[in-house]
């Protein structure tokens, strides 16, 4: 069974940066794509960032040249380093794996990240 486990979230200063993990039992080589979503309080989801098994990257507006998606293979792992956080990034953090392209059907508990202004 796919499992996502997120972790890393936690509460910083704006402008300071975060790194959150997301680890995937039986290898993220499966899926099209892992992805980072997020979503605030009052907000819908959205996709932050995504990474294909190409390694090919995609960021929302709001967050490049903020964050930077990555990953391990051989710790079956997902990345997103997050510099220069704003108030605004405030929000859970999802991490989702998509066995079929673009159709996202694993997703982790989710990680709180606060920034404080």
């Known amino acids: 069974q796919v499992q996502l486990v997120e972790s890393g979230g936690g509460l910083v200063q704006a402008g300071g940066s975060l790194r959150l993990s997301c680890a995937a039992s039986?290898?993220?080589?499966?899926?099209?794509?892992i992805a980072w979503h997020r979503q605030a309080p009052g907000k819908q989801r959205e996709l932050v960032a995504a990474?294909?098994?190409?390694?090919?990257?995609n960021y929302a507006d709001s967050v490049k040249g903020r964050f930077t998606i990555s990953r391990v293979n051989a710790k079956n792992t997902v990345y997103l380093q997050m510099n220069s956080l704003k108030p605004e990034d405030t929000a859970v953090y999802y991490c989702?794996?998509?066995?079929?392209?673009?159709?996202?059907?694993?997703w982790g508990q989710g990680t709180q990240v606060t920034v404080s202004s």
């Open positions: 989702a794996a998509d066995p079929v392209p673009w159709r996202y059907r694993y």
């Open positions: 039986g290898g993220i080589f499966r899926f099209n794509a």
């Open positions: 990474i294909t098994s190409d390694g090919s990257t």
